[in-house]
């Protein structure tokens, strides 16, 4: 990184970090209707410092459910175009009572800044304006040609973004994407994550009873909904965690030799693993495999929650005649999302117990994506990465799932430099979020590195 680039930012520490608090304070949490106008809000931010950042043809893009923010820059002929995606909404706070500070009031406390969104993901694409804003006010120009693309629906689906992309191709074209909403593996180790798994999102519906029945007049002889439901889900895992959904593990394939032998290069320790990031008893799944194989490389079934019958204080006697499970299948690069589907309806089908019918709801489906490790910006971003850290890149895979990476490679045809700052121990989705301020400031500076590095190498 130019010296200049790097003085511009180091002079401004504390203002980048006002802007990010200013806009942590925006509680734009799209799965909740009360907080539209905060929906609202968060995106005009968005806009406002991407115009601040001298982003041209910015634009508040209206969907069927929150907007869109673009903007480009396209004057530099003849160098590589960057498409920058990020997300400006969060998770709900809840449970409030085991944040140690207000999930919306920013507090900086051992050298980490806690509030819902700082990793996940404003802390971590708002790296990408401060950037773009310090190259442009150093050099005058930029590197590479820009645009940006950032939603507001991630933590709900990106359904308005998938549709945008699909039908925006000449619009969004590009060389490469490039995301910041992934972790370094560990402090201070740079970290470029090239798989993800991708995600098929649903809810199995049981019906027993045409209404909540009598317990005592009925049962033993009434089909229970919710004992119906577990009876089914008992059924998916056996008790070594393997899947039972017929032709499931048919085209999974193991992780490539070389790759794993780099896994186990990594200062990883499965006890370390069960304590500090687990916190339970031990782990489970599939015997025979490495932890990060079955995190990172093994498709999983997981039930994320049941509702049904009567759970409020004190007793109530019914047989529930209904019950909803919500259930994720992760998966990996050459499933596909269609085909899961399918067996996965036909297996819920043929094990519904007897005086139970079901139905099953996909909610959202994306396939699994795997970066070449070679291909040009994915070098020079592991040397950017490299140089500003001071340490060899390593290449990782991640359990969880960024469905626009597989709109960018379907729809663009380009890769996704996948380069975070988060830690492991961020606490996304939970309580006491944080994202380490050093790494904002380190994030910052790696991008606009990478860019320069980008544009003078020639290719794309």
């Not at 041209?56 to 175009?81: F, M, Q, S």
């Not at 507090?107 to 996940?120: H, I, K």
């Not at 490790?373 to 592991?382: Q, T």
Request: a negative charge; one cysteine or more; charged letters at 20%.
């Amino acid at each position: 990184m130019s010296a200049a680039t790097q003085a511009f930012i180091r002079e401004r520490r504390s203002q980048l970090l006002d802007e990010l608090k200013t806009f942590l304070r925006i509680p734009s949490i799209s799965t909740l209707p009360e907080h539209r106008p905060d929906i609202d809000r968060a995106a005009g931010f968005v806009a406002d410092s991407l115009r601040r950042a001298g982003l041209e043809n910015v634009e508040i893009i209206p969907t069927a459910k929150h907007p869109l923010v673009y903007a480009d820059w396209l004057h530099a002929p003849g160098r590589p175009t960057v498409l920058c995606y990020g997300h400006y909404d969060v998770q709900p706070p809840d449970p409030l009572e085991l944040w140690i500070s207000t999930p919306f009031e920013p507090t900086v406390r051992d050298g980490n800044l806690y509030a819902r969104g700082s990793a996940d993901d404003k802390g971590q694409f708002y790296m990408h304006i401060k950037a773009v804003e310090a190259l442009r006010a150093v050099h005058g120009a930029l590197p590479v040609n820009l645009k940006f693309l950032i939603e507001g629906e991630e933590e709900v689906g990106g359904a308005s973004i998938a549709r945008f992309v699909a039908e925006n191709p000449a619009r969004l074209k590009a060389d490469v994407a490039l995301v910041s909403d992934t972790a370094l593996y560990a402090d201070g180790i740079p970290t470029l994550c090239i798989g993800l798994r991708g995600l098929v999102y649903t809810e199995i519906e049981a019906t027993g009873p045409s209404r909540d029945l009598h317990s005592g007049l009925y049962g033993g002889a009434a089909p229970n909904a919710v004992f119906g439901l577990i009876e089914l889900l008992s059924r998916l895992k056996n008790a070594d965690g393997v899947i039972q959904v017929p032709s499931f593990y048919d085209d999974v394939e193991p992780p490539a030799p070389a790759e794993r032998e780099s896994w186990e290069r990594l200062p990883f320790r499965e006890e370390d693993f069960l304590e500090e990031e687990v916190g339970s008893a031990c782990l489970t799944g599939e015997p025979g495999r490495s932890v990060l194989e079955r995190v990172w490389a093994r498709p999983t079934l997981e039930v994320h929650g049941i509702a049904g019958g009567f759970t409020g204080a004190g007793a109530k006697t019914v047989i529930p005649a209904s019950a909803t499970a919500k259930v994720s299948l992760r998966l990996v690069p050459r499933q596909d999302p269609d085909k899961v589907v399918a067996a996965f309806r036909q297996f819920v089908a043929a094990q519904t117990p007897k005086g139970i019918q079901t139905q099953v709801r996909v909610l959202s489906a994306g396939p699994a994506v795997m970066v070449n490790p070679d291909h040009p910006a994915i070098r020079v971003a592991a040397k950017a990465f490299s140089d500003t850290l001071g340490q060899p890149t390593v290449f990782i895979r991640s359990g969880g799932s960024i469905p626009i990476v597989g709109d960018f490679a379907t729809h663009l045809g380009i890769p996704t430099v996948l380069m975070g700052f988060g830690l492991p121990d961020d606490g996304l989705h939970s309580p006491n979020e944080k994202y380490r301020v050093e790494n904002y400031y380190l994030g910052i500076m790696t991008i606009a590195h990478f860019l320069e590095e980008y544009g003078e190498s020639g290719v794309a």
